[in-house]
């Protein structure tokens, strides 16, 4: 509170406090009222000194506080680190992990689609967070997709959704019909990351554009791969979905719309992401074909991991020796209907194709495959089903949904596939 003068109506001098509308004091000449205010004021300023010296005394009490609690926290720390240290070395166990990590619990859902068509739906439980990556593989699974998804989705809001690429098999379920809704009108979508660069004309790729535009008007974040890896646009190529778990979008060229690099096949523009945990790395490459693998190794860093989703549903054209030195896979799970006639006759490059199988089993044996061709009414039966690769209490595990069994120990695979010797 500050003090002023002002010559009152009566012709006086008045000394004002700050808001005041009549004078706390009044004088008949300016140089008294002046000294009264100047006296006024001081005692103000010294009340406020005092004040704000209280509160700073109380800053160093809580500031000392936090100090101490500091140190309790930093020493225990160190006890707990060295005695784990201690137990880790007298005991076979290999991998010693302070107890101080934070891992939050991470899942990869490979989703059967309902009918005999190959197509990927990946979920993606990351702690709290829900990504959805491709909804195919026909308009109809949307609803396969949805009753699916609301076992886990519990707020209603996927944190992210991308579509790899503007195949049917990949977006069909975003589109869905009017039996089964699609995906994007199911659920509120935050961010939406896709292809953008394209040389689809088909009718779902413009119905998926006109959905994705009325997402985009109505709220939702949208990025092309290109803006996030050329940090264009607010995107950047990684994001943190959790304080362990974060989501980088790949840098693929072909998906650049200003790169060098120009392909007509679709599959190459597919957006490629990997995930990392604590050291731990998960990489899918939607329907990525040789050369894009082959140019993906040449623009990134990639890691070792522990998760690779077998590259355009274990086609013969993907899952190079390139990009497979590189990443050196533990396990492997293949999207899609095997022995299924649906893009060959030729039996060995039906889904999961011999070459692919040849290249796969010098890395891994651990092959999950969602679904197979069969004479039932429906034309497709669960091969191990809906595949779940979870990592949780810093160990990672496979489930699924109608059994475990590698590929490998599979009727179809003793029945269709020459076994590599690394299997055998
Ligand atoms: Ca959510
Ligand atoms: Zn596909």
């Avoid at 308009?139 to 519990?154: E, F, M, P, Q, R």
């Avoid at 039996?347 to 891994?364: G, L």
Wanted: proline share 2%; with cysteine; glycine share 6%.
């Amino acid at each position: 509170m500050r003090y002023y003068v002002k010559k009152t109506t009566t012709g006086r001098y008045g000394v004002y406090k700050d808001g005041a509308t009549k004078p706390s004091k009044s004088f008949a000449n300016q140089s008294e009222a002046d000294a009264y205010c100047a006296k006024a004021n001081f005692k103000e300023d010294k009340q406020t000194i005092a004040t704000i010296s209280k509160h700073s005394k109380n800053h160093k009490f809580l500031f000392l506080i936090i100090l101490i609690i500091l140190i309790a926290v930093t020493i225990g720390g160190i006890y707990l680190f060295y005695k784990n240290h201690d137990q880790d070395s007298s005991s076979s166990s290999s991998t010693s992990t302070p107890t101080a990590l934070i891992d939050e619990d991470l899942e990869f859902h490979f989703l059967q689609l309902g009918n005999k068509f190959s197509g990927d739906s990946i979920f993606i439980k990351a702690g709290d967070k829900d990504i959805l990556i491709d909804a195919g593989s026909r308009k109809g699974s949307a609803s396969t997709i949805k009753t699916y998804l609301d076992k886990y989705v519990t707020d209603g809001k996927l944190e992210f959704v991308i579509a790899t690429h503007a195949h049917q098999d990949h977006i069909s379920g975003f589109v869905g019909t009017e039996k089964a809704p699609g995906i994007l009108k199911s659920y509120e979508v935050e961010t939406l990351i896709d292809f953008g660069n394209t040389v689809a004309t088909s009718t779902i790729y413009s119905d998926y554009v006109a959905l994705r535009d009325s997402l985009i008007e109505a709220g939702t974040n949208y990025y092309s791969q290109s803006d996030c890896f050329n940090h264009l646009n607010g995107a950047t190529d990684t994001f943190n979905l959790t304080e362990s778990i974060s989501m980088k979008i790949l840098k693929n060229v072909y998906g650049d719309p200003d790169s060098e690099y120009k392909t007509k096949n679709e599959n190459n523009f597919s957006v490629c992401t990997l995930f990392s945990q604590n050291g731990n790395n998960y990489l899918l490459t939607g329907d990525l074909e040789e050369d894009g693998e082959e140019l993906l190794v040449a623009n990134n860093e990639l890691p070792r991991v522990k998760l690779f989703k077998a590259g355009h549903h274990g086609s013969y054209t993907a899952s190079s020796e390139n990009l497979l030195n590189v990443i050196q896979p533990e396990i492997v799970t293949v999207c899609c209907c095997a022995g299924s006639d649906e893009y060959t006759s030729v039996d060995a490059n039906m889904f999961p194709s011999q070459a692919f199988i040849d290249r796969i089993c010098k890395w891994t044996d651990k092959v999950y495959v969602t679904s197979i061709v069969s004479n039932n009414a429906d034309g497709f039966e669960a091969l191990n089903g809906d595949i779940v690769v979870a990592y949780k209490n810093q160990t990672i595990s496979v489930t699924c949904s109608n059994n475990d069994t590698l590929l490998k120990d599979t009727k179809w695979f003793k029945d269709h596939r020459t076994c590599p010797k690394e299997w055998a």
